[in-house]
């Protein structure tokens, strides 16, 4: 499983991108309607107001239900879920785990913490999030890039 060929290319950026997609086409066709309904109605400036904020309201929410992902270059991993953000080093990530019936991956870590990454998830795109799952799991197990790590070290000297 540690194969080089089954390796990503660096930097790679795992997200659900379909789930993505479903979640902002929702929310633009959802803001959009209300908008329409509020300036085709006959009400006063308030409910029109209204109705528009609550569309956009709902677009936000979407938004941020849509940005998780995890970012993976030479010097560890970034991941981003709905509200936090952490970067990680290699050293700091001990396992990935992918259980059948879990809904985003999780990182076990050096700290004996468990940190979900849910830019990964099964959902929607299930071949795919096993294939980022296994890529990850692969670059963890050999403790990152090999030759990305002697890239960057180099590149830190320079500095």
Known sequence: MTDSAELPALPVTFRPTRTRVV????????FVALTVVALML?????ERASFIV????????LALLSR??????????TVVNLTTRRRLEWAQIIAVRLRPGDPWVSLDLADGTSLPAMGIQP???KRQALAQARALRALV???GPEEGSAADAASRADR
């Open 42 to 46: 006959e009400m006063g400036g308030g």
């Open 23 to 30: 979640l902002m086409t929702a929310g633009v066709v959802v």
């Open 141 to 143: 197990d050999q403790g």
């Open 54 to 61: 609550t569309g956009a309201l709902f677009l936000a929410v």
């Open 68 to 77: 998780p992902q995890l970012t993976v270059d030479p010097r560890g991993v």
């Open 123 to 125: 959902g929607i795109a």
